[in-house]
T-cell receptor, first 114, second 113 residues
Framework: AQSVTQLDSQVPVFEEAPVELRCNYSSSVSVYLFWYVQYPNQGLQLLLKYLSGSTLVKGINGFEAEFNKSQTSFHLRKPSVHISDTAEYFCAVTAQQGAQKLVFGQGTRLTINP | EPEVTQTPSHQVTQMGQEVILRCVPISNHLYFYWYRQILGQKVEFLVSFYNNEISEKSEIFDDQFSVERPDGSNFTLKIRSTKLEDSAMYFC???????????FGNGTRLTVT
């Protein structure tokens, strides 16, 4: 079974500042990793994914994440945030084999202040 | 870009009533899912569906829940006798296959009174 821990439930940041949202996972098998974003009153939108290859993956809206197998982490970063980045961010994992059930973290609410 | 569509966007029902939440997955996708998100909590897996049968389900998905793909395009979640604790946002998702990201709909907010 897999589990995901997002260490910060809320992250307030000033506009144009950098941000890092932390994600750690636990799994006895190899996994694929994802970050999803949920804007107010909307569904979940894929930001980026790690399947294999380079451990640094780039996604939409200037976000990137780095897969660190030894630390079982997949932290999300953005060098300069905008007001429009205010949303809930979810880290998720799925086992590489078997049914593709996504296991989500608790979510991190990112609030951008002017 | 093709998207997953869910109807209705809001559903209010009385405790004990049956509800059917509807989803139209992306047309060439083969795997279908239902998730739910109780207000303020994490997104939880309910069930996955492939090749016209349930491939995995969570403990939440008890006998009160069922899923169906009645035709080539719709994927439904039925709750037979709703309880207050079923109030949540229900998300449908679909994917092409293993390793492919899930594409989510905008959800149906179910309120049980």
């Amino acid at each position: 079974a897999q589990s995901v821990t997002q260490l910060d439930s809320q992250v307030p940041v000033f506009e144009e500042a950098p941000v890092e949202l932390r994600c750690n996972y636990s799994s006895s098998v190899s996994v694929y990793l994802f970050w999803y974003v949920q804007y107010p009153n909307q569904g979940l939108q894929l930001l980026l994914k790690y399947l294999s290859g380079s451990t640094l993956v780039k996604g939409i809206n200037g976000f990137e994440a780095e897969f660190n197998k030894s630390q079982t982490s997949f932290h999300l970063r953005k060098p300069s945030v905008h007001i429009s980045d205010t949303a809930e961010y979810f880290c998720a994992v799925t086992a590489q084999q078997g049914a593709q059930k996504l296991v989500f973290g608790q979510g991190t609410r990112l609030t951008i202040n002017p | 870009e093709p998207e997953v569509t869910q109807t209705p966007s809001h559903q209010v029902t009385q405790m004990g009533q049956e509800v059917i939440l509807r989803c139209v997955p992306i047309s060439n996708h083969l795997y279908f899912y239902w998730y739910r998100q109780i207000l303020g909590q994490k997104v939880e897996f309910l069930v996955s569906f492939y090749n016209n049968e349930i491939s995995e389900k969570s403990e939440i998905f008890d006998d009160q829940f069922s899923v169906e793909r009645p035709d080539g395009s719709n994927f439904t979640l039925k709750i037979r006798s709703t309880k207050l604790e079923d109030s949540a946002m229900y998300f449908c998702a679909s994917s092409v296959g293993i390793g492919s990201p899930l594409h989510f709909g905008n959800g149906t907010r179910l309120t049980v009174t």
